[in-house]
């Protein structure tokens, strides 16, 4: 059972540091959700799955996923895992789309991965440590972490650009990233697997053990969980939400009420009161 050793949380920032001291791999299923998340590890041992790259867990690094970036935990059971994670809704950090370069700045499943080291020199580490320490009033710690993430997020920019400039983590795509890239790029088509088998060349069997494998989870569960989350960035946006339902690929509503308030614990029509 996770063991929650500081949570800090508003409306658009969730700050926590969590201990599973013998994890469960049923406890981390693929999922996406519509916020920026960056998770440091402390301890921990086996790899991260983000849409398809697979990323070595060690103490020390830190990954990070945009919203809708499906991710997974393939976990090392006999090893505890501790980090630190940081949520949070962009527009509520800062208005200068360039300090989240690190986390749109780039395609899905690609550097999204960054080494013990490189978090050593930039000394973000420490300061997300750090963050976990304060104990003052809600108000003023408010204060504090919107301070705090900006300087935090400029510091594992710069790493970013390092990387980027190196050419680091860049590789070429396998069969079941390109299959990812398909899906994501038509998400609100028709995404049978018939049609998928034909335009991949590729047998039902082979084509669900290669997603499987690269996203941890079925093609069907994949698209309905990304087509969710697009649908509640839309509704929190003021969409109509039965035009909503329809572009985001649904054509029953009451299919897409319950799908919606399993994923997010309400109905849209109450989402969009947010």
């Not at 849409?51 to 996923?65: A, D």
């Not at 504090?144 to 300087?151: G, R």
């Not at 669900?208 to 649908?231: C, D, H, P, Q």
């Amino acid at each position: 059972m996770v063991e929650h050793l500081y949570r800090y949380n508003s409306d658009d920032i969730l700050f926590s540091r969590m201990l599973d001291p013998i994890p469960d791999q049923k406890n981390f299923c693929m999922h996406t959700h519509d916020f920026c998340e960056l998770l440091f590890v402390l301890h921990g041992k086996g790899s991260y799955l983000v849409e398809g790259s697979r990323y070595p867990i060690q103490p020390g690094c830190i990954l990070m996923m945009r919203d809708n970036e499906s991710h997974q935990l393939l976990s090392d059971e006999t090893q505890p895992y501790d980090r630190v994670v940081l949520q949070f809704y962009p527009k509520a950090i800062s208005s200068d789309s360039r300090l989240f370069e690190m986390f749109y700045g780039r395609e899905l499943g690609q550097w999204n991965y960054y080494e013990p080291d490189q978090v050593r020199r930039s000394c973000a580490g420490d300061l997300l440590l750090r963050m976990q320490s304060h104990t003052l009033p809600k108000e003023l710690t408010n204060l504090i972490f919107e301070c705090e993430i900006p300087a935090c997020l400029l510091l594992l920019l710069e790493v970013f650009f390092e990387m980027k400039a190196g050419g680091f983590q860049k590789r070429e795509k396998g069969t079941g990233e390109l299959l990812i890239d398909f899906v994501n790029q038509h998400l609100f088509d028709d995404l049978s697997l018939s049609f998928l088998s034909d335009h991949f060349f590729l047998s039902k069997s082979q084509l669900n053990r290669i997603f499987r494998a690269s996203t941890g989870t079925t093609l069907w569960e994949y698209v309905l969980a990304k087509r969710l989350v697009v649908a509640r960035q839309k509704i929190r946006s003021g969409g109509a939400i039965q035009q909503i339902c329809r572009e985001c690929g649904f054509r029953d509503y009451s299919s897409f009420w319950r799908a919606y308030r399993k994923k997010f614990g309400t109905g849209p029509a109450n989402d969009r009161k947010r």
